[in-house]
């Protein structure tokens, strides 16, 4: 049971920002893809979910083929994301937010009538239950009924992760989920995304912070300007001198 991503490629113009990468991602597995800026992280992401059109390659989940697929249609596979950058509507309530994790291709405005509907009564119920477990574990109960708007962006991100764990996901893709995060927020993440994994999520994290990766991950894949520099066990990327000068020379990390 895996994603499998074979040299895939992607090009915006006549600008190659992924050039034939491939990976494999298992479930329970945690892979961690690290890189500078710019050098096709949200781009492999974007590949895999359907959100660019990729110019070469082959990308399948559990063995089936889904180059030709819509997104929704990915995420009904069981894929989900996390966004770099997450954006809600400032006026939905944290539990709103998380409970349209439950609803990935549902436009806005339909959250609010199938909610309504008798018919969706006992999902309902299992949805809202899911919701407060998934707050609890992430600790943002105490921000439930808190207007997105108002959250400090440490909670936004994490926010963004319970909305993607929402719906019970194989395969989790998380892009840079601990950035801005305080020391103890990141450990939490940490945790959260290690017990993913221990349910049998496969977890593809892109993250900056190499003492984070080295607890979480056993295996890295390293980009750089869209293509991959090296892939190995963690331990021996950091010690690797062509990691050490391409990611601590041109992110100044
Ligand atoms: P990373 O996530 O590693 O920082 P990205 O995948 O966001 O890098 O970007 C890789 C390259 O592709 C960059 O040069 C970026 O400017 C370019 N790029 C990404 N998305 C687009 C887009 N939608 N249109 C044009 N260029 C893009
Ligand atoms: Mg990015």
Known sequence: MSVDVHEV??????????????????RGR?????????SGKSTLFNSITGMVAAAG?????????????APNRR????????????????????????LCGFYPVAKPGMLSSLLRSPGVAREEKTFSDRCSEI???????KYRATKMGE????????????????????????????AGLARDEQAMLSVEVRRLAETGVGVLLVEHNFNLIRELAEH??????????????????????????????????
């Open 151 to 178: 959250l400090p962006m440490g909670q936004v991100r994490l926010v963004e992760v319970a909305r993607a764990v929402a719906n019970n996901p194989k395969y989790i893709l998380l892009d840079e989920p601990a």
């Open 220 to 253: 890295v894949i390293v980009l750089n300007r869209g293509a991959m520099l090296m892939s190995g066990r963690a331990e021996d990327i950091a010690r690797d001198k062509a990691f050490i000068d391409v990611y601590l020379g041109s992110s100044g990390r």
């Open 9 to 26: 490629s992607v090009a915006f113009g006549g600008v190659t920002a992924l050039n034939k990468v491939s990976l494999q991602l298992e």
């Open 30 to 38: 945690i892979l961690a893809v690290i890189g500078p800026n710019g």
């Open 135 to 141: 707050l609890r574990e992430l600790r943002l109960t």
């Open 75 to 98: 995420i009904a596979l069981g894929l989900a994301r996390t966004f770099q950058t997450p954006r809600f509507d400032p006026h939905i309530t944290v539990e709103e937010a998380v």
């Open 57 to 69: 390659g082959k990308i399948a989940v559990d063995g089936v083929s889904i180059d030709n697929m």
